[in-house]
C-alpha cells in the first residue's frame, strides 16, 4: 500500500512517518490483497490545529461505485488519534468488500 503524506502545520519527518507505517499501512495491508498493489494508493492528511491537537483525515478510492474510502479525525494525541482513523478505515474496506461479495 501506498500513502502519500501531506502535513499542513507540522512537518512530516520519519518519526510520523515510521507511525503511520506502523498504526496504519501495515494494519490496512491485510485487508487489500484482493486488489492489484496500483489501486493501493491513499493519502493521509495530518494537519496542526491552531488551539491544540491534530486533525488527520485518510481518502482512498477503491473500484466501483462505492470504493471511497474517507474517514476524519481529530484529537490531542498523534498516535491515538491515527489508531482510530484506522479503526474507522478497516470498518469501511470491511463493509466495501461486503457489499462486493453480496453482489457477485
Do not use: C
Request: proline share 1%; no cysteine.
Amino acid at each position: 500500500m501506498q500513502i502519500q503524506l501531506i502535513g499542513s502545520g507540522i512537518e512530516i519527518d520519519d518519526r510520523i512517518k515510521d507511525i503511520v507505517e506502523t498504526k496504519i499501512t501495515s494494519e490496512l495491508q491485510k485487508y487489500l490483497t484482493d486488489f492489484d498493489e496500483d489501486l493501493q494508493k491513499a493519502v493521509v492528511r495530518i494537519e496542526k490545529l491552531a488551539h491544540h491537537g491534530f486533525k488527520a483525515n485518510f481518502d482512498m478510492h477503491l473500484p466501483g461505485s462505492n470504493g471511497h474510502i474517507y474517514s476524519e479525525e481529530e484529537g490531542d494525541d498523534l498516535i491515538n488519534l491515527l489508531v482510530a482513523l484506522r479503526k474507522e478505515v478497516e470498518m469501511q474496506i470491511r463493509d466495501y468488500k461486503d457489499k462486493l461479495q453480496t453482489y457477485r
